[in-house]
């Protein structure tokens, strides 16, 4: 039973910024922090424990040392860590991608596939990103698009503010936008297909890959719908459940990590006091905390907002 404060591991894309390291707290001393991997088990990126007696071990270590049960009954259905939070600070646009569904990945890339959501934190004027397609095309007219390099003419463009929520099934084309900066929580998978990508190169001078055939395969040619919670939380999916926290001075905050599910807590905003039994560790905007199932009554004190985000 116990809690822990979690560095990210960072990723410096082509198309990310520097506000996550100005602006989050996060610790990073290259030039480009496009995404800072918050609660991480992939191989890809791993989150390091700070400030315990597990100091610079990873979440995932911590785990095969104390056993699955620290992730609750919920999560032994899964071979993986099931899920992977970030912040993503798009400085510029993002390619448009898609997202292969669980049967699909596992068959042809030996991991998950990738459910995602994301939650609006910062959006300059005018921002927008992609999502689905305007209309139902033809997969003719789908693939001669690919080739004419006119694909996001017909893409429905949704202009975002912060607050806004973005749920994105397997199989959804979608591209977060220039000058939006987004916490995303998804299943824990890396896998991406890149349709189109502007023409860009990457670090090497060549090209960025493309995964035409891939995208081609997994992509389903609809207008999306809005998206409403089948229950009480902020998004409830098979593999996630995530909710608004907000605290003040005369309004703490306090939750029960019963044997269910572990809780992951991403600030978003302020700062503040996170207190489990005799552990309390103070807490800023960007820091990521992960609180062991069955840890039993946790509080949140200060004025906060944060993302809390357990499985179901």
Not at 78 to 107: G, M, N
Not at 116 to 122: A, P
Not at 130 to 155: A, H, M, P
Not at 217 to 231: A, G, W
Request: net charge negative; aromatic share 10%.
């Amino acid at each position: 039973m116990s809690m822990y404060v979690l560095k990210p591991a960072c990723k410096d894309y082509l198309w990310g910024g520097h506000k996550l390291v100005d602006e989050y707290n996060v610790e990073y001393s290259g030039e480009i922090c496009a995404e800072a991997w918050t609660l991480s088990c992939h191989k890809d990126g791993m989150s390091i424990i700070t400030g315990d007696i597990h100091e610079k071990q990873t979440l995932s270590d911590v785990i095969k040392e104390k056993g699955t049960e620290i992730l609750g009954k919920n999560c032994q259905k899964y071979k993986d860590f099931p899920i992977l939070i970030k912040l993503i600070d798009a400085s510029k646009a993002l390619s448009i991608q898609v997202h292969p569904d669980d049967a699909y990945a596992l068959e042809h890339e030996n991991q998950y596939g990738k459910t995602e959501m994301w939650y609006v934190l910062e959006a300059e004027e005018g921002a927008y990103l992609y999502q689905g397609f305007e209309k139902e095309i033809s997969k003719e007219e789908f693939e001669q698009r690919i080739k004419d390099n006119t694909l996001t003419d017909v893409l429905h463009k949704e202009y975002v503010k912060p607050g806004d929520i973005i749920f994105i099934s397997p199989g959804t084309l979608h591209a977060i936008g220039a000058g939006l900066l987004i916490a995303e929580i998804q299943q824990n998978s890396n896998v991406t297909y890149r349709i189109y990508d502007y023409g860009r190169v990457g670090a090497d001078g060549k090209p960025r890959q493309l995964h035409i055939q891939q995208s081609i395969d997994v992509t389903r040619i609809e207008k999306p719908q809005k998206y409403v919670s089948p229950d009480e939380h902020m998004v409830s999916c098979e593999f996630f459940c995530v909710d608004k926290i907000e605290t003040s001075a005369d309004k703490p905050y306090s939750y029960v990590a019963d044997d269910s599910s572990f809780v992951s807590i991403l600030v978003t905003e302020g700062q503040g006091t996170i207190s489990a039994g005799e552990k309390s560790y103070e807490v800023k905007k960007g820091d990521s905390v992960f609180i062991e199932a069955s840890t039993g009554k946790f509080e949140i004190k200060g004025d906060i907002k944060a993302l809390q985000t357990i499985v179901p």
